[in-house]
């Protein structure tokens, strides 16, 4: 069974920059994508990023791209997320996920993960 555990979270002005890691243990995650979705309250969990099993593809929403980096270090079984030049709408809990199917293009939809971490909160202040 995997486990996913984020971390990285806080308080950030606007601007400003976090990074956000996600541990993965249970089993290598060498041949999953990884994705990143956010959530605040009231609303849907919305799709910020996803990368493949081979590191070179990588996707965003609108809303993040350019501003926000998904990377990988498969050695320890770890995903980032870089995220720079802060919005008070970025304001939200932030999960990781893992698509336990091997080699699969990155999906944007909440279906095509089967694991997810407990979630790290992220608060941009204006």
């Known amino acids: 069974q995997v486990q996913l555990v984020e971390s990285g979270g806080g308080l950030v002005q606007a601007g400003g920059s976090l990074r956000l890691s996600c541990v993965a243990s249970?089993?290598?995650?060498?041949?999953?994508?990884m994705g990143w979705f956010r959530q605040t309250p009231g609303k849907e969990r919305e799709f910020v990023a996803s990368i493949g099993w081979n590191t070179v593809w990588k996707y965003y929403s609108d809303s993040v791209k350019g501003r926000f980096t998904i990377s990988r270090d498969n050695a320890k079984n770890t995903v980032y997320l870089q995220m720079d030049s802060l919005k008070p709408e970025d304001t939200a809990v932030y999960y990781c996920?893992?698509?336990?199917?091997?080699?699969?293009?990155?999906?944007?939809?909440?279906?095509?993960?089967?694991?997810w971490g407990q979630g790290t909160q992220v608060t941009v202040s204006s």
């Open positions: 996920a893992v698509d336990l199917r091997d080699y699969k293009v990155p999906g944007r939809t909440l279906s095509t993960y089967d694991s």
């Open positions: 249970g089993r290598t995650l060498s041949s999953n994508t």
